[in-house]
């Protein structure tokens, strides 16, 4: 069974940072691309960013850039979203998710972890 489980979600000022980790379980962690999501209240879901198994390629959404960084440790089956300067509009649940490189869905999801950015 998969699993993905987020931590590190929490409250934090205007200009603060978090980093957000997700632990992997169930699943031959390097085969997959890792990637973060998030869902503001009243919003869809969004990407955030992705980082392939050998951390060679990442991606990120434009609103995000310069300022959150993806990484991986393949060894301890961990993905991490470092996130610096956040600003109010970040505030969100943020999801962890898992896919095969070719594929064009996500197909595994963490239950999600909660971070606030206090104005």
């Known amino acids: 069974q998969v699993q993905l489980e987020e931590s590190g979600g929490g409250l934090v000022q205007d200009g603060g940072s978090l980093r957000l980790s997700c632990r992997a379980s169930?699943?031959?962690?390097?085969?997959?691309?890792m990637g973060w999501f998030r869902q503001a209240p009243g919003k869809e879901r969004e990407f955030v960013a992705a980082?392939?198994?050998?951390?060679?390629?990442?991606r990120y959404a434009d609103s995000v850039k310069g300022r959150f960084t993806i990484s991986r440790d393949n060894a301890k089956n961990t993905v991490s979203l470092q996130m610096n300067n956040l600003k109010p509009e970040d505030t969100a649940v943020y999801y962890c998710?898992?896919?095969?490189?070719?594929?064009?869905?996500?197909?595994?999801w963490g239950q999600g972890t909660q971070v606030t950015v206090s104005s």
């Open positions: 998710a898992a896919k095969f490189l070719k594929a064009d869905t996500w197909s595994e």
């Open positions: 169930g699943l031959s962690f390097i085969t997959y691309v």
């Open positions: 980082i392939v198994y050998n951390a060679a390629n990442t």
